[in-house]
């Protein structure tokens, strides 16, 4: 195990509603990523938080938004689901910003849009 | 832009067989770092490798060796007497200095006793 947790680890909306995912990083680590992997598919690059602030962005909309807590917990905010929002959303979090810096997956969150 | 083709979807082996699993990757940055992971059945993806553009050198731990050449771009990844227990779906992915890491598609390999 990682040390990443994810919550929670399934959940079914409908289409139109809004939904929060969390996840806490592993101890000593400031930065967390959060990626979309529909079935069948790699992980897509959905953003990235380092110290609180927003540090670059995938080709994702508007209506995926995101926190990063003082204690470096994060979460993932998607508004106006849409099927396509159908996936498993894995957050990954590393010291620091360098490339270089091993990120640690959590197990991810199952999201249906139904 | 960055990209990383895994061009097999699926490999099926038998037992002590040696796979290889091809991954080609494009990329205009001149410092990146190339990736491989693991992800069984449970979801949570697995560190395998870390290789950086200056480092060309092939690494080998235990079963597993990984094939690093720029100039044909690929960082290719054997397993030498597969396991069932490598039964999962393998990932190679590109980081560059933006930190956008770009996954492949992954190739699903399916070991068999």
């Known amino acids: 195990e990682t040390g990443v947790t994810q919550s929670p680890t399934h959940l079914i909306k409908t289409r139109g509603q809004q939904v929060t995912l969390r996840c806490s990083s592993q101890?000593?680590?400031?930065?967390v990523s959060w990626y979309q992997q529909a079935l069948g598919q790699g992980p897509q690059f959905i953003f990235q938080?380092?110290?609180?602030?927003?540090?670059g962005r995938g080709n994702f909309p508007p209506r995926f938004s995101g926190l990063q807590f003082p204690n470096y917990s994060s979460e993932l905010n998607v508004n106006a689901l849409e099927l396509d929002d159908s996936a498993l959303y894995l957050c990954?979090?590393?010291?620091?910003?360098?490339?270089?810096?091993?990120?640690?997956f959590g197990p991810g969150t199952r999201l249906t849009v139904l | 832009a960055q990209k990383v083709t895994q061009a097999q979807t699926e490999i099926s082996v038998v037992e002590k067989e040696d796979v290889t699993l091809d991954c080609v990757y494009e990329?205009?940055?001149?410092?990146?770092?190339l990736f491989w992971y693991k992800q069984p059945p449970s979801g949570e993806l697995v560190f395998l490798i870390r290789r950086n553009s200056f480092d060309e050198q092939n690494e080998i731990s235990g079963r597993y060796s990984w094939n690093f050449q720029k100039s044909t771009s690929s960082f290719n990844f054997t397993i030498t007497a597969s396991q069932v227990v490598d039964s999962a779906v393998y990932f190679c992915?590109?980081?560059?200095?933006?930190?956008?890491?770009?996954f492949g598609a992954g190739t699903r390999l399916t070991v068999k006793p």
């Open positions: 990329t205009r940055d001149t410092t990146y770092y």
């Open positions: 992915a590109l980081s560059g200095v933006d930190n956008d890491m770009r």
């Open positions: 990954a979090s590393s010291r620091g910003l360098e490339p270089v810096n091993e990120q640690f």
């Open positions: 101890s000593g680590h400031n930065t």
């Open positions: 938080y380092y110290r609180e602030e927003e540090n």
